[in-house]
C-alpha cells in the first residue's frame, strides 16, 4: 500500500517535504468546477448529487495531485438536516430562517438528518473508491459555535452580534443548541468515517469573535466534547481543528479541544507557534490565499518562509483560508511545486 504523507504527519512524522492540500480546493477558480456547477444548477444540488459532487471533489486531485482530498460539501448541510430551511442566495451566500425561540432547538432532528445527509455520505464511499491509493480523504463538518451563528443570525455576519446576545440573553436555550450541533456533529462526522472518510476536520470559521471565556465555553469545550465521542467509536481517525481568529488562544485549544492536530490561519505568527504550541503537535497552513493572485517570485518567498519557520515538527502545508476564485491556477501548480522541493532548492529559487 502507498505511503499516505497526510497520515504519517498526523501521527506525529516531521517530513522533508510536507503534504499539500488545500481549503476549498474544489471550487470556482477550476473551470471543470464551473462546469459542473452550471449542470447542477444551484449549489445544494450540488452537494447533494453524489455524481456531483464526487466529480468536483476530484477535480484538483486530478489537476494538482494534492496529498489529500476534501469531500466537497457544506458546513450548512448540518442545520439543513436538522430541519432548518437552507438555501443561497446568488451572490450573497447562505441563507437560512434564523433561529428565535428555543421551542424552534427543541424542534431540531438528528434522526431526520441522517437521512437528509444519506447523499453526502454516498458521496464519501464513491470518493474512497476512487481516489488514488497515496490521497487521504478528509471528511468535515462546521464547529457548533460556528454552526450555530449562522442558524440565529440566519446567514453570514461581520460581527456575529446577534448571536453573542441570543447566547447572553437565553443561556440555557443557547447551550441546548450547542449540545445538539455536537450530537448532530458526532453523527455527522462519525457517518463520513463509516463511509471511508480517514481523517475529519472541524472547522470553527468564527471563533476569532468570542472573549476568552466565549472561546473556552463555546469552542474549546464542544470541541473535547466531539473528540471525546468520536474517538470512542473510530479511535484510529485523527482530527484536525481549525480555530480560525484563536491568536494566542491556540494555547489554550491546544491544551483543551483534544484534537490531533491544529490549522493556522493567516495571522498566525509561525515563531510564535513554534515557541507556544507543543513540539510534537501537528500544524497545517497557514500561506494566505491572496498569494495565489500575485506573481512567482511573491509566492515562493512566502512558501520558503513557512517552510523554514515549520521545519522539524509535523506540518501539513495548506491555505490560512480558502482559496480564492480569483486564484491563478499556474500559481496553485507552482506552489505545488514548491512544498514539494528539497529545502535547499527552493531556498535558492526563493533568493
Known sequence: MAQKKMLQVLRGEALDTPPIWLMRQAGR???EYRAVRAKAGDFLTLCYTPDYATEVTLQPIRSFGFDASILFSDILVVPDGLGRKLWFETGEGPRLEP????SEIAALDIG???NKLAPVYE???RLRAQLPEDVTLIGFCGAPWTVATYMIEGGGSKDHVMTRAFAYQNP???AHLIDVLVDASVEHLAAQIAA???VVQVFDSWSGALTSEGFRQWCIEPMAQIATRLRARAPHIPIIGFPKGAGTGLTDYAAGALVDAIGLDTAADLH???RNLPANMPVQGNLDPALLMSDSDTLLKAVHNIRSALRGRPYIFNLGHGIPQTA???LVHLLVDAVRMPFSKLTAKAA
Open 29 to 31: 477558480y477550476m473551470a
Open 99 to 102: 433561529i428565535q425561540h428555543e
Open 112 to 114: 431526520a438528518m441522517q
Open 123 to 125: 458521496t464519501v464511499s
Open 172 to 174: 440555557k436555550a443557547f
Open 196 to 198: 471511508g472518510a480517514e
Open 272 to 274: 510564535w507557534v513554534t
Open 328 to 330: 491563478d491556477i499556474d
